[in-house]
């Protein structure tokens, strides 16, 4: 394993020190419980924003937190859910008075501690809503979760979701706008390589030099198959294909393409992928009218790539495109 670290039991602290550093004009970095909240928290009469899961992800979801964005995030150790403490920290950190929104990928760790920190706010006065995100099309009950996994839509739910808190939509619309991202999103991903984290210090699976994993979690669990290496072509053509069968995407359709990279993949090969999702949804007459493309929802080193595509209307464009600013993710400022 060669990673530029110190010890592998600090890395969670040393990486945070680093993000409040680094960033002190955006954000604050909290310990004992840890979570990264918005520098201007909390913003009076908006509904607060937080996300968060085990760290690993990056920049999902500190990077994300800022103006038009999430208000606070609560990262884990690696590949660890939060415990309830710094949620509920980070949650009360953020009320303003209008409600505080849980966006939470579907992953059993996350999903209980999201609930019970939600349970105790409530009880201290805090009005919380909680949206789940599931849009991986890959598998059911993977090892992480009951049901689908969480993946690349919570970047596009957070950023929506963020831009119509920062126009003071209420909560229960702020909440709904979650739920029609997670309803009109579907994702699936591809693995080149297996992740190491550092304090197993050996590839999380095994993986042949000549193998793929179609479908593959974020956390490295095991997805639909494993197959020989593809060309991009034919990759991109599994994955797309069966996003656009489980959401029955059809010609007229306007999408926001996502395409992720997890960790270890060039962006030159970002870009070979976005080249082939594009000819794929145009040979069906759907449109890309917005996109993105880069390193957003990683794990760790894993070379490979996700795709996730969210059906558009007018509103959600209009909020996709609305100012926003943090490390990871700013346009329109």
């Not at 991903?189 to 179609?214: H, N, R, W, Y």
């Not at 969210?310 to 700013?330: I, M, N, S």
Request: proline share 5%; hydrophobic share 45%.
């Amino acid at each position: 394993m060669k990673k530029l670290i110190n010890r592998p039991e600090d890395v969670v602290r040393e990486a945070l020190a680093g993000v409040a550093l680094a960033h002190a004009d955006l954000v604050k970095v909290h310990t004992g419980p840890d979570y990264i909240v918005r520098a201007d928290a909390p913003v009076r009469g908006k509904v607060g924003i937080v996300s968060g899961g085990g760290s690993g992800h990056e920049p999902m979801h500190g990077g994300f937190v800022g103006s038009g964005m999430l208000d606070a995030a609560c990262p884990g150790e690696v590949f660890t859910s939060p415990t309830p403490d710094p949620i509920l920290a980070a949650t009360k950190a953020v009320d303003g008075g209008a409600g505080v929104l849980h966006i939470v990928k579907n992953y059993t760790g996350d999903v209980m501690n999201f609930e019970m920190a939600a349970e105790l706010a409530e009880a201290e006065g805090i009005a919380v809503d909680a949206v789940v995100i599931d849009d991986d099309v890959a598998v059911r009950d993977s090892l992480y979760t009951a049901g689908r996994r969480g993946v690349g839509a919570t970047v596009l739910a957070e950023k929506i979701c963020g831009a119509a808190a920062e126009q003071r939509r209420p909560l229960d619309e702020v909440a709904g706008l979650c739920r029609r991202v997670n309803a009109q999103a579907r994702s699936m991903g591809v693995a080149l390589t297996s992740c190491t984290t550092p304090m197993a210090g050996k590839p999380t699976f095994d993986l042949g030099t000549d193998e793929i994993e179609v479908g593959v979690g974020i956390h490295g669990e095991p997805g639909r198959e494993r197959r020989p290496l593809a060309t991009a072509h034919n990759v991109v053509e599994t994955l797309a294909s069966a996003i656009v069968e489980d959401l029955s995407f059809s010609a007229g359709d306007s999408v926001l393409a996502f395409v992720n990279g997890l960790g270890g993949t060039p962006l030159m090969e970002l870009y070979i992928v976005y080249n082939e999702l594009h000819a794929f949804l145009e040979s069906r007459g759907v449109t890309i009218t917005r996109d993105l493309v880069g390193s957003y929802m990683t794990s760790l080193d894993m070379a490979g790539c996700s795709v996730t595509l969210l059906r558009l209307d007018d509103e959600l464009t209009g909020l996709w495109d609305a100012p926003v600013r943090t490390p990871a993710l700013r346009w329109g400022v």
